[in-house]
């Protein structure tokens, strides 16, 4: 039976959504309006945590292209984008983050390891929002956290344990890691260039759009759903169509029902249009 129309539509950010120049296409955001003006819910589903999904957002601006919710830290929150409210995280707790950073130490001598924790809103003042062991080396061009001891990384719940290693790949990583979390962390990765992510098992971005539909009463009978990378895996197995990315990881093609071309080509939108061109 065919797909479509789409009453939800879920995208992955980096590698998915925009351009290698961090941009959301005027083609994107014309069918991406054309689809919200049919109806369509458009949920941003993405690694980022809340302070980075303005970046997005703000190129909406202007346009009739709705996003009133937003997936964050690979499904641990939830977040109210027009609200600029956190409406819910699922945290590890601080026992639980000591006793992985025990098996990162182990497994990845000389890792740098940081920890995402979820404010109230996107810049809540009261609460430092990642806070990195010394010499924890960003993967992306914005850092923004606060160095500090090694026990202060874990002394507060975390929405995610970041572990950076430049130089191995970010598989590896996980092999190494994986087995060893005696089923305390869900392991991923959105990019291949030495950083995992640990969250709490089952936490992932299908489970974060399953919970956002339960709280904010969306429809979900006709879902799509694009991404890249393994981090992505899940939702667009759970998605009733899964689309990945041209130039994506093979955990990525492997889980979806649709290749499309890659983000720099428009991917997304060649998509959509079928059903909002």
């Known amino acids: ?56 957002t703000d190129q ?14 690979n499904g641990a929150i939830l977040y109210d984008v027009v ?27 000389g890792a740098g390891i940081a920890s995402e924790r979820a404010g109230r809103s996107a810049h809540d003042a009261a609460t430092a929002p990642f806070v990195a062991t010394a010499g924890y080396q960003h993967a992306w061009l914005n850092p923004d956290h606060v160095e500090v001891g ?29 087995p060893l979390t005696d089923g305390l962390a ?18 992932h971005k299908a489970s974060g759009l399953q919970l ?3 709280e904010a009463g969306l429809r979900a009978d006709a879902v799509v759903a694009f991404g890249d ?3 992505d895996a899940e939702m667009l197995t759970w998605a009733h169509h899964g689309v990945a990315m041209g130039h994506g990881h093979p955990a990525a093609l492997a889980a979806a029902d649709e290749v499309t071309i890659g983000n720099n080509d428009d991917g997304v939108a ?5 059903w909002f061109g």
């Not at 919200?36 to 690694?47: D, H, I, P």
């Not at 009739?64 to 919710?69: L, S, T």
């Not at 060649?270 to 079928?274: F, G, P």
């Open 270 to 274: 060649r998509v959509l249009e079928r």
């Open 83 to 109: 609200a600029d409210r956190v409406i819910s995280a699922s945290t590890l707790a601080p026992d639980v983050l000591r006793h992985l950073g025990d098996v990162i130490y182990r497994q990845l001598p």
């Open 150 to 178: 090694d026990d202060e990384v874990f002394a507060e719940p975390a929405v995610k344990l970041l572990v950076r290693s430049p130089g191995m790949p970010s598989s590896e990583m996980a092999q190494r890691i994986s």
């Open 1 to 56: 039976m065919a797909f479509g129309p789409p009453v939800l539509i879920a995208s992955d950010v980096d590698g998915t959504l925009i351009d290698d120049d961090n941009r959301v296409s005027a083609r994107t955001i014309d069918v991406l309006a054309a689809a919200s003006t049919a109806g369509a819910e458009f949920v941003l589903a993405t690694g980022r945590p809340p302070r980075w999904i303005a970046e997005i």
């Open 212 to 214: 956002l539909v339960a």
């Open 60 to 73: 909406f601006v202007g346009t009739a292209v709705d996003v009133r919710y937003a997936v964050c830290a």
């Open 186 to 203: 869900e392991v991923t990765f959105s990019t291949d260039n030495g950083l995992v992510e640990l969250s709490v098992p089952g936490t």
């Open 229 to 231: 990378m393994p981090n």
